[in-house]
């Protein structure tokens, strides 16, 4: 009777540990197939641009690509959606922008999604945002434009990637500020926002420099700021917004999350991968050159970031009056 009393303990204890052992052993094997990493926006934006980046890194170390899948809508709500519900298992990521965590669960009275379905992995880069204008613009130093607009009410519209976007909420809390009056005409992303600049059916764009680099070095464009709380050292002759408007930083943040129930020792395996590919010379080197600076997170940290914008963003949605529903 001892023997079985202590048999029926032993395989007990054997229960309650095997979830444990499991989870270390596949965050010990992982991967041992693709990942896939789905990104909430249209090729060639900011997010996008990161995710290849980083992920192509990701999967020389891992052994295993990492399978880029853009799934744009929804300010990346679609694609949040997807991952939320995916199984916990690692082999589905996100990579987005802070727009899931800071922006949508104010802009929308209903989410397709619950961010605390999301677990934070990493933040992986950052990068300022350009207020673009046509070349036919009738200034050339944020200075000019803001009193040329202010001279101006009701005259000049602007282009954002779509109602809610970090964008959009940019250009709002700019205006709001300085008391400027200008049109939104919204697009469905950076895809369709910077071709309608370049083409001159809007004169006014906030965008990423991946969107804008050609356009600018041959003329068509011409970048007057930038909303981060510094100056960029891509384009140190460019103010910050800033130095305008004390705090003011829109600088979207990019980074990696997981389905909630994706055991801890996984998330912490993929948070040491990402981190140590955006440590690598060949990324450092590759996104300075698209003017995003690599940063590298704990899954704690990137959390307690994403919690730190919510009041800014919060803000802007509120001094925009935009609603997604």
Not at 146 to 166: D, E, V
Not at 187 to 200: D, E, F, H, M, R
Not at 251 to 275: H, K, M, Q, V, Y
Request: a positive charge.
């Amino acid at each position: 009777m001892f023997a079985s009393a202590a048999l029926r303990k032993g395989l007990v204890v054997l229960a309650l540990l095997l979830p444990f052992q499991s989870a270390f052993a596949q965050g010990a094997r992982y991967p041992e197939k693709p990942v896939r990493v789905l990104v909430g926006y249209a090729p060639g934006g900011l997010p996008d641009t990161v995710a290849r980046i980083v992920s192509q890194k990701m999967g020389e170390r891992w052994g295993q690509q990492a399978v880029i899948e853009n799934r744009a809508g929804a300010n990346s709500g679609l694609a949040a959606e997807l991952v939320a519900n995916a199984p916990p298992d690692g082999y589905t990521l996100l990579v987005t922008d802070n727009s899931t965590h800071a922006i949508n669960p104010f802009l929308y009275r209903k989410l397709p999604y619950d961010p605390a379905r999301l677990l934070p992995i990493s933040l992986v880069a950052r990068a300022p945002l350009y207020l673009a204008a046509h070349s036919s613009f009738p200034a050339n130093t944020l200075n000019e434009a803001i009193a040329l607009l202010k001279a101006n009410p009701g005259k000049f519209t602007f282009g954002s990637s779509g109602i809610g976007s970090t964008h959009h909420l940019c250009m709002e809390f700019f205006k709001a500020t300085l008391g400027l009056n200008m049109a939104h005409v919204p697009y469905k992303g950076t895809g369709q926002s910077v071709p309608a600049l370049i083409a001159g059916q809007v004169p006014l764009v906030w965008s990423a420099y991946p969107s804008l680099a050609g356009s600018a070095k041959d003329g068509r464009i011409k970048l007057l700021a930038v909303n981060s709380l510094r100056r960029s050292s891509s384009a140190p002759n460019l103010p910050a917004i800033a130095e305008l408007i004390p705090g003011f930083d829109f600088a979207p943040t990019i980074g990696f999350f997981a389905p909630a129930g994706t055991p801890r020792e996984l998330i912490a395996r993929i948070s040491n991968d990402a981190n140590e590919a955006v440590k690598s010379a060949d990324v450092i080197a590759k996104l300075a050159g698209l003017d995003v600076q690599t940063v590298g997170s704990t899954p704690e940290e990137y959390a307690a970031s994403l919690k730190s914008d919510e009041g800014r963003y919060a803000k802007a949605v509120k001094i925009s009056g935009a609603t997604a529903d």
